[in-house]
T-cell receptor, first 110, second 112 residues
Framework: KQEVTQIPAALSVPEGENLVLNCSFTDSAIYNLQWFRQDPGKGLTSLLLIQSSQREQTSGRLNASLDKSSGRSTLYIAASQPGDSATYLCAVTRYNKLIFGAGTRLAVHP | NAGVTQTPKFRVLKTGQSMTLLCAQDMNHEYMYWYRQDPGMGLRLIHYSVGEGTTAKGEVPDGYNVSRLKKQNFLLGLESAAPSQTSVYFC???????????FGPGTRLTVL
């Protein structure tokens, strides 16, 4: 059974810091991996999607990497801002279904 | 486009009551999904649909039923609500040929 784990569960950093969020999965037979952002009381917004054949994707200050063989993905956020405060979820796709991690709750303080 | 909308936004039920959550999308997407999110856990798939008139079970289907009579709507029903069904419910949709799912804002359900 595929399990997705995110570490740390919560993170608090000062503004301007570069940070890394981690996601691991137990079964490397995935179709793709996605990173989402969730603001309190809101739905999920897709940030980056990495196909299983890709190693990384970039969007602005965000960079996500994928290492299928080790079952790991990282989300790198450069020069963090208070507006980045949210919960970040990773999810792997297998058989047309998303399997989510529990998320990392990020707080960026001025 | 409104995207994915969910009705209602909040609801409080008593144990044993029934209700239906409505998900609507105006993007002509084939696939639709219902998830629940509990504190400290990721989203878990309840049921999903690969097209109008089709439904399939996800990871946690017990206690829920669904219907997809129209392509744009996906209904989630609770026949006899239980406190264990207190959760935030999210609906999502995606088009054929694309991997990205588009999520609604969620429905917060409390069962007393």
């Amino acid at each position: 059974k595929q399990e997705v784990t995110q570490i740390p569960a919560a993170l608090s950093v000062p503004e301007g810091e570069n940070l890394v969020l981690n996601c691991s999965f137990t079964d490397s037979a995935i179709y793709n991996l996605q990173w989402f952002r969730q603001d309190p009381g809101k739905g999920l917004t897709s940030l980056l999607l990495i196909q299983s054949s890709q190693r990384e994707q970039t969007s602005g200050r965000l960079n996500a990497s994928l290492d299928k063989s080790s079952g790991r993905s990282t989300l790198y956020i450069a020069a963090s801002q208070p507006g980045d405060s949210a919960t970040y979820l990773c999810a792997v796709t297998r058989y047309n279904k998303l399997i989510f991690g529990a998320g990392t709750r990020l707080a960026v303080h001025p | 486009n409104a995207g994915v909308t969910q009705t209602p936004k909040f609801r409080v039920l008593k144990t044993g009551q029934s209700m239906t959550l409505l998900c609507a999308q105006d993007m002509n997407h084939e696939y639709m999904y219902w998830y629940r999110q509990d504190p400290g856990m990721g989203l878990r798939l309840i049921h999903y649909s690969v097209g109008e008139g089709t439904t399939a079970k996800g990871e946690v289907p017990d206690g829920y039923n669904v219907s997809r009579l129209k392509k744009q709507n996906f209904l989630l029903g609770l026949e006899s609500a239980a406190p264990s069904q207190t959760s935030v419910y999210f609906c999502a949709s995606r088009p054929t040929g694309r991997d990205e799912q588009f999520f609604g804002p969620g429905t917060r359900l409390t069962v007393l």
